[in-house]
């Protein structure tokens, strides 16, 4: 998770409103991970997303990939072309991930414990000024390992450790001129052909359902927005109108399974009287929307697991426990273990918070 100072969050949000005025950038972006170590887990996982939302999925021992919106299946009856050369991609990236992560754990001495290989490729399509950028990078444990340079059409190691993996791959031709293909000729025609199928679904605009949220009485509050499309948004707590700066703990969005997003944003209570909850209230403002979703921080809309009048908070907070652990599953798998930081284009292992 990327760590921001108090000095650079009002930054970080006026960084959050440029983006949002400039952004023409489409993409299709492929996440594949593989794992070894891992009960329970697929050893290979592949999403698609187009604009962020996922579009498609593969893995281990999966024939063919599954589209995940219904504009996908439209798309791949008109063109079963395209969901035969996700087939045979899904199949080859399993074989090769196999491979390489059997090879990388031989080759660093990792006989036992977790290891995760990820790969992040696909392109971007400027929809103003016609660029397009393609790309294909590796994480192997949750570090940057290895990225492809279009330009020389060489691998560039992000590490010493990839270096050795870096000249054999330099070697192999064949799979460098493929990848380039994939990446500069079927991806932004892929992207662009999404883009027109899901063109109703993907410009749509949704308001979240807002929360405040509080696992106990010393909790941070925690404001929660759910639902919301696209994922171009910022949300933040105020005092007397004033953005509040302290003790606030603002998350990143993620993405939910139907294809919206969800974010929150905490709020530390613990030096605050309860007669100066009033003056507080929590704002989700959607890029392009005028109307933003205010909700007063008011003890009695607060919802908690807690079973009121009850020294036990045991059962109610399990199953609550047991649904956020699934949601939490569902990210995980969706993010491929790690979630791919937005701004620095690198791999960082998933904020812990998410994983407890
Ligand atoms: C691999 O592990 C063996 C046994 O623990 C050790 O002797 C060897 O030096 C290690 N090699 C590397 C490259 O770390
Ligand atoms: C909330 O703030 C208090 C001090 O004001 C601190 O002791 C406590 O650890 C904070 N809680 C969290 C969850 O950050």
Redesign the pocket.
Known sequence: MLYLSNYMKPLFVFLLFCHVASTVKHSLKYFSTSTSGVPNFPEFVAVAMVDEVQAGYCESNMKTPEPRQDWVRDLIKDDPKQLEWYSLQCIRAQHSFRANIDDLKQRLNQTGGIHILQRMSGCEWDDVTGEEIGFNQYGYDGEDFIALDLQTLTWTASKQQAFTTKLRWDADKTRLEDNKHNLINICPNFLKKSLHYGRSFLQRTDLPSVSLLQKTPS??VSCHATGFYPDRAMMFWRKDGEEVHE?VDHGEILPNHDGSFQMSVDL?L??VAPEEWRRYDCVFHLSGWKDDIITKLDQAVIRTNRVPGSSSEFPAGLVVGVVVGLLVLLVICITGLFIWRRNNNGFLPVNSKYLK
Do not use: I
């Open positions: 909790s941070p003790d530390n613990s030096s």
